[in-house]
């Protein structure tokens, strides 16, 4: 057994890390950061997943809805089985016998019980590529859905065995050239056959075939699904005819089926119904700071740049590490809390919408990611970022240029990934779209500020803290 003294102070630290013989002095240093929330207003809408739904926040007593637009995508290699077997099946004809819309999602919030219904309407026009359109867009007012492109409604429950619900297509369907056909898979078909160069390119499909299909919410309370993807399914008998090996005809029937999917290549836009005026509330409160999604709440943060170089303007700032505690829920026996924001984005305030229309990446100079900590490694319960010292540097060089120049943003994001090389790398950041909150810590820029009661109420307020380290040429 051994036993063993030590302090904590950090009067060695430069020893610890580079000999005597380097001439090299390294200092420690700990500023505190003020923060606030700040509502975030209508997000950009572009992305991978689709929200559907209503509930109601229990952080707020108000609701939250979510519909969205998907857009379907073709490969150049579609084609359908031998034709002359189909109109076997169909005396004659090119038809469907079933058509729907399956609605894959891989998470949910809510009771899985409650009845929920939606409404699908196909696209008066397919939504343009070279547009940004935020959370708060109005495809009815914009002229891409008209009532009379309602298509089908669905009555559903969350099932969370299969993880989809189906909306069929399955009544007559009258095309813009005024042909009806009994189902919409039968109208696909009979495009295909006619117009088979509709379907080598996605434009193509979008403007000449299916614009895409818009699903709203339009009943019940109590569940969301965040839907990783939209499938146009349609089944269609098969019938040939066929010599046995004595030389006698028999008949065989059979099923097939074709689909398009919504995918990256394609549009998937969320609309997000939420409260602003409770929001703008919410953001008022001074005893934290809000992450709050989708289309919800962020936290800015001023970070004191020029203290942390104030003197130090010829040192090399080695690292800067800030951390955000999390202050956990007042009411953890609620079964149906929103989550936790798994991952947010720090952001400067002035390139906030820029990074997500030009689908910018995180390059830790002025942008960086940190993820939910709720290991018993690092600061536990908090998102820590633990080296933003070059986005400390380029903000002290572009020190005026504006009046937010000295502050970033946080933003709740999802990241899709890719392996390349055996190494997992980001391809895409996201606004968050689904349900989830938190509250944070408040910085203030008091030293002595910690928990103290306010009218009667606990207030955590700070100190949020970055700590850097500086090295320079002994003289």
């Known amino acids: ?224 699904a965040n839907v990783w993807n939209t499938e146009l399914q349609f089944y269609y008998k098969l019938q040939k005819t066929v010599k046995s090996s004595t030389g006698n005809d028999s008949i065989v029937s059979g099923l097939n089926y074709n689909r398009f999917d919504g995918t990256e290549e394609v549009l998937q836009l969320n609309k997000i119904n939420n409260d602003e005026q409770t929001m703008a509330k919410l953001a008022k409160d001074e005893t934290c700071t809000y992450l709050k999604s989708p289309a919800g709440i962020f936290t800015e943060v001023t970070l004191p740049v020029e203290d942390i170089m104030k003197g130090h303007e010829n040192d090399t700032l080695n690292t800067a590490t800030v951390t955000f505690p999390r202050m956990n829920n007042v009411d953890n026996n609620n079964d149906y809390q929103f989550s936790v924001p798994s991952t947010i984005l720090m952001v400067q305030a002035d390139s906030l919408n820029a990074f997500f229309e030009n689908s910018k990446l995180t390059d830790n100079r002025t942008s960086y990611t940190a993820t939910y900590n709720q290991s018993s490694t690092g600061v536990k319960n908090a998102y820590t970022f633990y080296n933003i010292s070059n986005l400390i540097t380029t903000m002290y060089k572009n020190k005026g240029k504006s009046d937010n120049w000295n502050k970033v943003v946080l933003v709740p994001v999802t990241l899709t990934t890719s392996t390349q090389n055996s190494s997992t790398v980001i391809t895409k950041i996201n606004h968050d779209m689904t349900l989830a909150s938190t509250r944070l810590i408040k910085g203030t820029d008091d030293a002595t500020a910690d928990y103290t009661t306010k009218n009667g109420k606990r207030v955590a307020s700070g100190p949020v803290q970055i700590k850097v380290i500086y090295s320079k040429f002994k003289q």
């Open 1 to 224: 057994m051994a036993f063993a003294a030590c302090d904590d102070t950090t009067d060695t630290i430069g020893s610890s890390i580079t000999n005597n013989v380097d001439n090299i002095s390294i200092q420690d240093q700990v500023f505190n950061v003020t923060t606030r929330s700040i509502v975030s207003g209508p997000v950009l809408s572009r992305n991978n997943t689709g929200m559907i739904g209503k509930v109601k926040d229990p952080e707020t007593g108000t609701y939250v809805s979510g519909d969205y637009m998907t857009q379907l995508g073709v490969l150049s290699s579609f084609s359908l089985d031998t034709l002359e077997y189909i109109r076997n099946a169909h005396n004659g004809k090119i038809e469907a016998d079933s058509c729907y819309l399956l609605v894959s999602y891989q998470t949910y919030y809510g009771d899985t019980l409650a009845p929920m219904k939606v409404t699908a309407y196909e696209m008066s026009k397919p939504m343009s590529e070279d547009q940004e359109y935020y959370s708060d867009y109005d495809a009815f007012k914009g002229g891409w859905v008209s009532e009379d492109n309602r298509h089908a409604s669905a009555t559903y429950n969350l099932n969370t065995t299969n993880m989809a619900f189906k909306i069929y297509l399955n009544k007559p369907y009258t095309a813009k050239d005024g042909k009806t056909y009994n189902n919409y898979g039968s109208y696909i078909m009979n495009t295909f056959v006619e117009h088979p160069e509709y379907f080598k390119s996605n434009n193509l499909f979008l403007n000449k075939v299916c614009p895409g299909f818009y699903i709203k919410q339009t009943g019940g309370i109590g569940n969301v």
